[in-house]
């Protein structure tokens, strides 16, 4: 069973700053893409980033210019740099795994794997 695990969610202020980082426990796509997805209540899940094996990135228009992919060495890891935040990043942040071809159009239902996901709270 793949699984993935994200950590680092917590409680921030507005206009501060806050990291997530997931590890994938296997990878089962030569080339892939890993990336970050988050959800409000009652609001659809939405595309923060996602970032393939060769480099290739797609943001969010919301986060775009204040969050920041990136992918570990080992290529077991993907990590987030939130700066800036607004009380409208709030919600669960969810790292997801799938095919390279995920990152054209960074849609939820082109990534194959998940984790449970980390809660991010901004207060303002």
């Known amino acids: 069973q793949i699984q993935l695990v994200e950590s680092g969610g917590g409680l921030v202020q507005a206009g501060g700053s806050l990291n997530l980082s997931c590890v994938i426990s296997e990878s089962i796509f030569m080339v892939n893409s890993m990336g970050w997805f988050r959800q409000a209540p009652g609001k659809q899940r939405e595309l923060v980033a996602i970032m393939t094996t060769e480099g290739r990135v797609k943001y969010g228009d919301s986060v775009k210019d204040r969050f920041t992919i990136s992918r570990g060495n080992a290529e077991n890891m993907v990590y987030l740099e939130m700066k800036n935040m607004k009380s409208e990043d709030t919600g669960t942040y969810y790292c997801?795994?799938?095919?390279?071809?995920?990152?054209?159009?960074?849609?939820?239902?082109?990534?194959?794997?998940w984790g449970k996901g980390t809660l991010v709270t901004v207060s303002g």
């Open positions: 997801a795994y799938g095919r390279i071809s995920a990152v054209d159009e960074g849609l939820p239902e082109d990534m194959n794997f």
